[in-house]
Nanobody
Framework: QVQLVESGGGLVQAGGSLRLSCVAS????????MAWYRQVPGKQRELVAT???????NYADSVKGRFTISRDNAKSTVYLQMNSLKPEDTGVYYC?????????WGQGTQVTVSS
């Protein structure tokens, strides 16, 4: 199964920005869907953004206009650019890769937005 490693999380003040990265152990050109999820303790994991192999992207309503997902197949990397961050964006962000053969998750990276 593909291995995913996230990075880029940290502590940021409200209104600030962070860029998350997810590096895959395989060429993501062959991966149908790459996505970012986030999770807060006690709540279900929430889909934040999805990008497909044709580069079409979908976003949760709560992040539209603020977050941008992108993929660089040559680097086997998917990114999540997060702007205008709010305290409500705080959580552990997980990278996900899915196709016919697997549904893989990274270890997560913590994002904390202070007010």
């Amino acid at each position: 199964q593909v291995q995913l490693v996230e990075s880029g999380g940290g502590l940021v003040q409200a209104g600030g920005s962070l860029r998350l990265s997810c590096v895959a152990s395989v060429n993501i050109h062959n991966i149908f869907t790459m996505a970012w999820y986030r999770q807060v303790p006690g709540k279900q994991r929430e889909l934040v953004a999805t990008i497909f192999s044709n580069y079409i992207a979908n976003y949760a309503d709560s992040v539209k206009g603020r977050f941008t997902i992108s993929r660089d197949n040559a680097k086997s990397t998917v990114y999540l650019q997060m702007n205008s961050l709010k305290p409500e964006d705080t959580g552990v962000y997980y990278c996900n890769a899915r196709n016919t053969y697997y549904n893989a998750w990274g270890q997560g990276t913590q994002v904390t937005v202070s007010s």
